[in-house]
């Protein structure tokens, strides 16, 4: 127990700077333990930074006649010169402790990385090589590619890499995240364009779709998607057995960054080219949801048609599930017409489905439930689904919606009860949805007992729901000329400025947004409007120093919201860092 104690005090004041207090217990540890070498590097360390240069050399140059850990202490030695400036004299050192893996190649590691500890680089590399020398089954490569990274030497490093890879000596994923440390998003960036070079010439000497899978990774990290696509076409058509899995993953990644015509061309080659039916018709619901982007009668039209023939082709069955609850969203949400998309998830309940094909169903009827204002039919489906799956994330997102449609019912209470038990969610999304909406109903039921404004905020959120934005947004305007002053101020002024930004009225938007950063910077919603402003002038006006301003106040004021990785990942990408 003595002994831990010293350990720990000692560790204690050296990382808190104090080494004058720490070397009293290192001396200690040392003298009881003086085969421990973490004991004895501790106390040098103490000695080199009270600039006790002579009493850290006399230790070592006594450690070193005992002969243990002989070559390491070495190297202590010459960093000991190296802190009093002596170059000469460290280097001496340095090279016996190189000459010392002649005598046992298996030095070799422990050797270079203590040179690797020291920005030893020349070193390192040299106690590497010799060692693989000595004994050719030591193979330390994968450690000198990482050395010729960090010396800047990225061809070098590079090609190290690529040759690991050939001979079987890494895998990729380990080669990926290594190199993941020296490219960028910019394709124009130096070290972007060698890595290309040196797989586009791999590609050449030799066919393996190794290559191309690399080059693949590389324009996904540049969000070039369609050279992304060529190589996932090139793997494709010649990988035995190969699944549509790759090429969906890009499609989806390319959607996501609103590269939309690439997009389209992914989802059209798998729904053309691959054998499966099921991911035919992911393709195809894909390549539907991308013409809803932008609607008009006679789209909506073609789609109603598009979707009546995938259902004469595939039936109704569990393993479609997706396309009726596609078709039933659609003719919901886009075509106002919720009574026979009630009456198709009704019919899908009747299939022979697991726990969660019901669970997926039985939310989606909820949602629409909601959508046709039949509150309580609602809340019977997404309490079922709470209670088969509690612990969840399903079940979770099923409770965050009773409580959801209680508040727009008007029952605040049993929402309030509902959203405190999910403040701790597993899902942070989950979570972070219930502590707002859980705050809207606290914040504004204190001060009105009649929750006159708070009820029209909830009629208001519905409108939103309903598609009915106008009618939202005017809404939102009641409350914000009849409640000034009062707590929903901030709330409304929000969902109002996303709502005006789904209309693409982006000058009110932006006027909103800037109301709650001037007015509520204290308040709960400052860093909602924060990062809405940083991404409204980052992605459509196109003014990235204001965007930049808006992310850096998350940044320094907000570090506990749920916006701040975000924020902090875009204010670097502004500033021209490299982004991994």
């Known amino acids: 127990m003595a002994l831990a104690q010293d350990d720990f005090l000692a560790k204690q004041y050296f990382n808190d700077g104090a080494f004058d207090k720490a070397v009293v217990f290192y001396e200690k540890l040392v003298e009881k333990n003086p085969r421990r070498s973490d004991y004895s590097e501790g106390l040098v360390a103490c000695y080199q930074q009270l600039e006790r240069y002579s009493e850290a050399e006399a230790f070592l140059l006594e450690k070193i006649k005992k002969g243990n850990t002989y070559p390491v202490f070495l190297i202590e030695l010459g960093h000991n010169h190296t802190l009093q400036n002596n170059t000469e004299k460290a280097s001496e050192y340095y090279d016996k402790a190189l000459a010392g893996i002649e005598e046992n190649p298996n030095y070799g590691y422990s050797i270079a990385l203590r040179f690797q500890s020291y920005s030893l680089l020349d070193y390192a590399l040299s106690a590497y090589k010799k060692s693989m020398e000595l004994n050719p089954k030591l193979d330390y490569n994968y450690q000198m590619a990482r050395i010729y990274g960090e010396q800047g030497n990225i061809d070098k490093m590079y090609n190290s890499y690529m040759n690991l890879l050939m001979n079987g000596k890494t895998s990729k994923s380990n080669v990926l995240r290594s190199i993941d440390d020296f490219i960028s998003s910019d394709p124009e960036n130096e070290n972007n364009i060698k890595l290309k070079k040196v797989l586009l010439q791999h590609a050449q000497q030799d066919p393996d779709l190794l290559w191309n899978d690399l080059l693949s990774w590389l324009f996904v990290q540049q969000k070039q998607y369609n050279s992304a696509f060529r190589q996932e076409k090139a793997i494709f058509k010649r990988m035995e057995g190969s699944t549509v899995q790759r090429l969906d993953n890009l499609g989806n990644l390319a959607l996501n960054d609103n590269e939309i015509e690439t997009a389209r061309s992914i989802f059209e080659y798998i729904a053309e080219k691959s054998t499966d039916e099921i991911a035919r018709l992911n393709a195809q619901l894909n390549l539907i949801d991308i013409e809803m982007m932008d609607l008009d009668q006679r789209k909506l039209n073609s789609i109603d048609e598009q979707f009546k023939t995938l259902i004469a082709t595939h039936g109704y069955k569990g393993q479609t599930l997706q396309l009726q609850i596609a078709y039933a969203n659609?003719?919901?949400?886009?075509?106002?017409?919720?009574?026979?998309?009630?009456?198709?998830?009704?019919?899908?309940?009747?299939?022979?489905?697991?726990?969660?094909?019901?669970?997926?169903?039985?939310?989606?009827?909820?949602?629409?439930?909601?959508?046709?204002?039949?509150?309580?039919?609602?809340?019977?489906?997404?309490?079922?689904?709470?209670?088969?799956?509690?612990?969840?994330?399903?079940?979770?997102?099923?409770?965050?919606?009773?409580?959801?449609?209680?508040?727009?019912?008007?029952?605040?209470?049993?929402?309030?009860?509902?959203?405190?038990?999910?403040?701790?969610?597993?899902?942070?999304?989950?979570?972070?949805?219930?502590?707002?909406?859980?705050?809207?109903?606290?914040?504004?039921?204190?001060?009105?007992?009649?929750?006159?404004?708070?009820?029209?905020?909830?009629?208001?959120?519905?409108?939103a729901y309903q598609n009915k934005t106008q009618e939202a947004i005017s809404t939102l305007n009641d409350i914000l000329l009849n409640h000034k002053g009062e707590k929903i101020e901030d709330e409304a002024l929000l969902k109002q400025g996303q709502l005006l930004e789904s209309i693409k009225d982006y000058e009110a938007a932006k006027f909103n947004y800037q109301k709650i950063t001037e007015f509520y910077t204290n308040d709960i919603l400052a860093d909602d409007a924060f990062f809405a402003l940083g991404e409204l002038y980052r992605n459509v006006l196109n003014e990235p120093e204001k965007a930049k301003a808006q992310y850096e106040k998350i940044i320094y004021n907000y570090q506990d919201s749920y916006y701040f990785p975000q924020a902090r990942k875009n204010f670097r990408m502004l500033r021209g860092d490299s982004i991994n």
């Open 330 to 463: 659609f003719l919901t949400f886009k075509k106002n017409n919720p009574e026979p998309a009630i009456d198709i998830l009704k019919n899908c309940l009747k299939l022979p489905l697991n726990a969660r094909g019901k669970a997926y169903v039985k939310l989606a009827l909820g949602d629409i439930l909601v959508f046709d204002k039949k509150f309580n039919q609602a809340l019977i489906y997404f309490s079922q689904v709470q209670k088969s799956l509690k612990n969840d994330v399903l079940g979770q997102n099923a409770r965050f919606k009773v409580a959801q449609t209680s508040f727009y019912k008007g029952d605040f209470d049993w929402a309030l009860t509902q959203l405190k038990v999910l403040r701790s969610s597993t899902s942070q999304l989950i979570a972070n949805d219930a502590m707002q909406l859980s705050l809207l109903i606290a914040d504004n039921s204190l001060e009105d007992s009649t929750k006159t404004a708070l009820k029209k905020y909830a009629r208001a959120d519905l409108l």
